[in-house]
Structure formats: structure tokens, C-alpha cells
């Protein structure tokens, strides 16, 4: 059984930056992509970015782009999000996400990731 595990949640100001970490354990891990996912209160689970497992391939949403780099070491099954000039409209929980099946090309869709982490919150003050 593969797990997921985050860190690197927590409380900053306006403009700073965090790194959020996403190990994954167990049995051997293979993985088609993986991805970061938030949700704020009274919000929608949203897409953020991905990254295909075997090309590096990322992807972003409109909202974060030029500001959150999305990556991934394969020796370390674990994939990193590393957010600059945090808004405070960056605050949500935080979701890892693993898929494993290419039938679709997007990796956008939340119902196409299988397994998830718990979540880790992220707080921006002003």
C-alpha cells in the first residue's frame, strides 16, 4: 500500500515562500503523474500543478503560474511545490495527489488521481 505523506505547511506573510514535500512510501511506487490540488473554506477542491512522473512535464493553473515551481525526484519518490510570492488567496489545505492511468491527457481532473495525502494547510497573512 502506497502512501502519501506532506509537509512543509504553515503560516506566512504576504509575499514570502514555503516548500511543500510529498513522500511517497510503500510498495513500489509508479506513478503517470502526479499533482497539487487545494481547497480553501467554502471552495471547490482546485487543480495547481502537476508533473508527468517519467518526462517531467508540469503543468500549472492560470492562478499560480510564475510563482509555484512543481517537481519531482524519482531516486526519492517524492514531489516537491516550492510557492514564491504567496498571495493570501494562497491559503488552502494543500493535497498531494498520485494517478496512474494516462487515459487522459489533462492532468487537471481531480477524478483521475487515486490516491491522496492528508493535506497540509497553507496560511497567508497580509
Excluded: H
Excluded at 515551481?69 to 488552502?92: F, G, P, V
Excluded at 494517478?99 to 492528508?118: A, E, F, I, K
Amino acid at each position: 500500500q502506497v502512501q502519501l505523506v506532506e509537509s512543509g505547511g504553515g503560516l506566512v506573510q504576504a509575499g514570502g515562500s514555503l516548500r511543500l514535500s510529498c513522500a511517497a512510501s510503500g510498495r513500489t511506487f509508479s506513478a503517470y503523474a502526479m499533482g497539487w490540488f487545494r481547497q480553501a473554506p467554502g471552495k471547490e477542491r482546485e487543480f495547481v500543478a502537476a508533473v508527468r512522473w517519467s518526462t517531467s512535464y508540469t503543468d500549472y493553473a492560470d492562478s499560480v503560474k510564475g510563482r509555484f515551481i512543481i517537481s519531482r525526484d524519482i531516486a526519492k519518490n517524492t514531489m516537491y511545490l516550492q510557492m514564491n510570492s504567496l498571495k493570501r488567496e494562497d491559503t488552502a489545505v494543500y493535497y498531494c495527489a498520485v494517478r496512474t492511468n494516462p487515459r487522459s491527457s489533462s492532468l487537471r481532473y481531480y477524478s483521475d488521481y487515486g490516491l491522496w495525502g492528508q493535506g497540509t494547510q497553507v496560511t497567508v497573512s497580509s
